[in-house]
Nanobody, 123 residues
Framework: QVQLVESGGGLVQAGGSLRLSCAAS????????MGWFRQAPGKEREFVAAINWNGSRYVNSVKGRFTISRDNAENTVFLQMNSLKPEDTAVYYCVVDSALGYPSTSSSEYEYWGQGTQVTVSS
């Protein structure tokens, strides 16, 4: 049974940085696509970034500010978030899928989800 545990969320001022971590267990994650979605109050869930063995993908609004990376030895995916803006405020969810061959932006294609971690950016 795959389990995902996120950490690193919190409250930060605009322009600040946070680093989210997601520790995975219960699978062979070096070949899996891992990524992050977010959901702000009153809004739909949104793709943020994803990574596989061949590359990564980002939503346009975070390009140049966020960086996704992974440590396969530790089964962990990270999201380094710099130059944070109030509109980045959301619950951030770690996602994993064992069957995808590419970093999909569709939430319906990810089988496993973490419990979410709150990120709040004050202005």
């Amino acid at each position: 049974q795959v389990q995902l545990v996120e950490s690193g969320g919190g409250l930060v001022q605009a322009g600040g940085s946070l680093r989210l971590s997601c520790a995975a267990s219960g699978g062979i994650f070096s070949t899996y696509v891992m990524g992050w979605f977010r959901q702000a109050p009153g809004k739909e869930r949104e793709f943020v970034a994803a990574i596989n063995w061949n590359g990564s993908r980002y939503v346009n609004s975070v390009k140049g500010r966020f960086t996704i990376s992974r440590d396969n030895a530790e089964n962990t995916v990270f999201l380094q978030m710099n130059s944070l803006k109030p509109e980045d405020t959301a619950v951030y969810y770690c996602v994993v899928d064992s069957a995808l061959g590419y970093p999909s932006t569709s939430s319906s294609e990810y089988e496993y989800w973490g419990q979410g971690t709150q990120v709040t950016v004050s202005s």
